[in-house]
């Protein structure tokens, strides 16, 4: 006698309502469990027990493996059939969300002149009551745009701006540049600017009545007590990208901050609010529009999936469901091919360079060495991963000094040419060998440490044609800062993020350039360079997807990886 087996769940072809693409719905405990664990990509439906799975040929094959074993109820016979010749995943077809935008005039506090896409940008904010991500590409003037909206919308007073600390001063500099004092009466006097108190120290007293305040991000934990009691109306974050994490302290800070009864309006800036993946999106929006993601883990439910770091990583096929959503309710994205037709492009090119590599490996041997040490002796899970994360970077190290002198004949090369040149490096000690064995063209420096004084009479004197070369470490000269001076950008060792690097460049590309930006990274052969290169272009496809719709690298598309994991295998082989 034959026994039938009880189908364990259901199959069925379904559009995905909010991707708008054609997928695999499987419901039923069982099969949901099973096919969970064969295919990584898949996510939760809308009901318990439901998971819909991307439609490809590889999918399928997972599928009729179950079903070979276990009977499913498939409820669309003719497609699946159809499927067992043929699968494909059809891409999703979403047009680009455009608001409508008008050209909004500022009101009179303003002082200034704002471009046309500007006007627009403040008509955007305007619309969205205030509680929005502005997130027009680097040089297009974020901060411009928000003191116009500061100045126009009511009771926007005082104000509360969160920044870098290498940023406070030319946010004092553009709020003197662009607002206009106004009275308790309400009358606008031309010849002064609101109040600033600039907030540098973490430890706690009563702060004075101010119409602006301006704090960096580091201090916002320990003054949040001062903070909370100053009746803050408007809060900016600038490079809000720097609350991409839930766990740290001053996005908690924030998220207080933020949900006090006194604040109406919640603003964050960024040309890069997205820098190694895409989840990093969704604590910025529970700042500015909390709920319009859901919970984290209904997003990452939702669209992203898990990859063997443990990283939430958002699914290709979501990606433009995400920026749609995002551009719908609270972003605005302009990038400057789209509103600046006057600028110029910017040219990326990968350079293999050579390198020490004799220095080079004996180097790396002795890492591999104490690393092995460390790892035996290592007494928890925290002291492992800080030896593995001081072996990535001594690693970083000594490839940007084993392929130094070929650096340096690269950017003497390029200085015949009588043109300005910004070269960006990592490390102190690289920094230090540049501005050593470039000295014969007087360069200008900026390092982490140095005064805001020091800093932007480096700046000056650049911009000037004073000097023709700054050499700048990628961190410290990525933001809050106008190159336009110069065209040629060298990368002279890469940073792990796509997001410092776009931030390095405009810092030439942007309003007031009149040339193409040429950017050069420099990759030195024989090192683990080319695996940082590819590791940075997965990242850019990821962030590309969510905020553009493009692709925009310079890297191949092969995939990477992490130099952990090669520090790991040796490990293993030894």
Known sequence: METTLENIGTLEYVLDKYSKIWSWKITGDRAVNMISSLVPEAWYGENVNEVIIPDSTDNVKQIRSILERYPLEILSKTVW??????????????????????????AEQFRGKLLNFQKEGLDFLLKSSGNALLADE???????????????????????????????????????????????????IDSSSPSVTPIRTG???????????????????????????????????DEVHNLRSKTTQKYKSVKKLAALPSVSYRIGLSGTPIYNRGSEIWPIIDILKPGLLGSFKEFCGYFCYVNDKGKAIVLENKRASLRNELQKHVMLRRKKSDVLKELKDKVRYKEVIAADTDFYHDELDKIWKK??????????????????????QSERQIAGIAKLPHVINFVKNIMEIEESVVVFCHHKVIHKLLNESLQEFSPVTIIGGQTDTFRQNQIDKFQKGESKLMIAGIRAGNVGINLT?????????????????????????????????????????????????????????????????????YENKDKAKLILAQIQDKIRSK
Request: glycine share 4%.
């Open 138 to 188: 680097m040089g297009l003037g974020k901060t411009v745009q928000t003191l116009a909206y500061v100045a126009t919308e009511k009771q926007t007073f005082p104000v509360l701006v969160i920044a870098p600390l290498v940023t406070l001063k030319n946010w004092e500099r553009e709020i003197e540049k662009f607002l206009k004092k106004k009275s308790r009466n309400g009358r606008i």
């Open 485 to 553: 001076r110069a065209k040629y950008v060298i990368f002279a060792e890469l940073d792990w993020s796509p997001a410092i690097h776009r931030q390095a460049e405009d810092r030439l590309h942007r309003i007031g350039q009149k040339n193409t930006v040429f950017a050069y990274y420099l990759i030195g052969n024989g090192t683990l360079d080319d695996h940082v290169a590819n590791i940075l272009v997965d990242k850019s496809y990821e962030i590309d997807a969510i905020m553009d719709d493009t692709v925009d690298s």
């Open 371 to 392: 690393l092995e040490g460390e790892q035996k002796v290592a007494e928890s899970e925290f002291s492992k991963a800080a030896s593995y994360h001081r072996a990535i």
């Open 203 to 237: 430890k706690c007293k009563e702060l004075p009545k101010s119409d602006i305040y301006v704090i960096n991000y580091e201090l916002l934990f320990k003054r949040y007590p001062d903070l909370s009691k100053l009746g803050i109306k408007t809060l900016v974050c």
């Open 81 to 106: 059939q159809r499927k067992i010749i043929k699968t494909y995943a059809p891409k999703p077809i979403l047009p680009p969300v455009k608001h409508k935008l008008k050209r909004a005039k500022a």
